[in-house]
Structures are given as C-alpha cells and as structure tokens.
C-alpha cells in the first residue's frame, strides 16, 4: 500500500537535502503532461521546461519514457537532461548514447507486425499503429469501448506467429510490443544508476503507468512515486495528478 506523498512530505524532503546530489527519475506521459488524446498533444510548456533545466542544476535527471528517442528530443529539447525512450531500450545523454545491443535486431519484426497491425486495424477510426523503431505501440484511446475488446482480439491474433520474438505490455489504452529480451525500465534505471552514480544519492522516480512498475521494483528502497491511485503499486508513495508532479518539482528546487 502506497501512502500520500503529500502527508509525508517534510521528512522526505529533508531526506532528500541530507545527500549533496540525487537522481531524479520522470515518466513523461501521465507524470509530467496529461494523457492527451493525441500524442503529439501532449507537448510541455515553458515554464515547466524552465524548472526542469533548473532541477538539472540539482539532479542528476533523466526522462523515462515510451515514446522513441526522437520523439522526446524534440518535446524536452534540455541539453543536460538524460532521456531514456522506448522504455529504456535506448538511452541519449551529455556524454553518450546507447542502444540495447540485442533489441536492434528485432527492429525488423517490429516493423513487419506495424504494418501488419495497420492493414488489420484499418477499420477502426481512432485506433492507430505507432512504429517507434524497437518497439510499437497500438492507441485506441479515441475508440468507442466496444470496439476495444475487437482491437484486442485482431491484435493478439495478429501477433500470434511472433510470440517467441516480441513481448506484449499494457498501458493505459495502449497495447504494446517490444523486443523478447529481459529489459525494461526498471533495468534502464539500473543501468543509468551505475553509469551516472550518485554517491551515497538517493533516488527518486516518478510514474503513473504498468511499465513505471518495473522501475518501482527496482527502486526498492528508494522514494518511487505513483502517479494516480492503484490497489497494487510497488511505489512507496503517491501524488494525485500531474498537478501535484509539478509542486513536488517545485518544493525540490526550493529545498537546496
Ligand atoms: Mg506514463
């Protein structure tokens, strides 16, 4: 059981004052922008922008996402800022990149299921396929809820031949494919933790999603958060939106 972050918010605030430097771990859809109905709605302001390049003064932070590598380039445009896309198969920073050296082989299989889910999945208005390289990602979120359980259906059937290759995980209103191998971002975090230590640091990470879990896992004794209530989270804490992400950002760079 998770408790309210809020509720608790001195002493950990405090905790985290106690080391001179910590790693900050942001989700990017549902932690730090609304779901939009369209990816490309959910863009970040400015002034969020602005606080994010200031915490970077503070923290060592990276942006753990889903979205490809690109795509959150382009949304965060922070120079010092870590970004960890397709749930952490590929990893860009100041001092060097990385890709996950057994996924770039799938990236084949991966756009051959994209363009197979495109053809099956013509017929639904408001369902699309998104092909993010290593791994793809079906929304239909737009689709009337009687049709989700369809999507679903042609969705597995049309996987079906691919088992042994791909991995399925659920978001919200997303079904998603990545590559058979054991990572996620609960690995990633792992990863970066030893590449960019933070001595005696604590970490901290943000999420509101299925594949954030992972990373929660991983962070055991650590301060993960969850964005949203759930019954059964391995986050310690939670905030109830977005909104309550961003004073938490806030009361972070205040208390330097
Ligand atoms: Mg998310």
Redesign the pocket.
């Known amino acids: 059981m998770s408790t309210y972050l809020f509720a608790h918010i001195d002493k950990i605030l405090a905790k985290i004052k106690s080391t001179p430097k910590n790693f900050l771990f942001l989700?990017?859809?549902?932690?730090l922008v609304p779901?939009a109905p369209k990816p490309n709605q959910a863009l970040l302001a400015q002034d969020k922008r602005d606080l994010l390049a200031l915490l970077c003064q503070q923290f060592t932070v990276a942006i753990m996402?889903?979205r490809s590598l690109e795509e959150i380039k382009k949304i965060i445009s922070i120079p010092e800022i870590i970004l960890a896309g397709n749930h952490g198969f590929e990893i860009f920073s100041p001092w060097g990149s990385w890709v996950h050296p057994e996924a770039r082989g799938f990236q084949k299989v991966i756009s051959g299921l994209a363009t197979s889910l495109e053809e099956a999945l013509k017929p639904f208005l408001g369902a699309w396929v998104e092909n993010k390289g290593l791994t793809l990602s079906v929304h239909y979120r737009l689709v009337k809820e009687r049709g989700e359980e369809k999507i679903k259906s042609i969705f597995y059937h049309t996987i079906e031949g691919h088992k042994e290759k791909v991995r399925v995980t659920l978001?919200?209103k997303v079904l998603e494919i990545r590559p058979n191998v054991p990572w996620d971002k609960g690995k990633a975090v792992e990863r970066l933790s030893k590449l960019y230590e933070v001595p005696q640091g604590h970490r901290i990470y943000m999420?509101?999603?299925e594949?954030?879990e992972d990373a929660f896992r991983a962070l055991k004794e650590d301060i993960t958060i969850l964005?949203g209530q759930k019954d059964t989270t391995a986050a310690k804490y939670w905030v109830k939106d977005t909104t309550e992400v961003w004073l938490f950002l806030k009361n972070l760079r205040e208390n330097r």
Do not use: L, S
């Open positions: 989700d990017y859809d549902g932690t779901i996402t889903g978001g919200k999420g509101d999603d594949t954030d964005v």
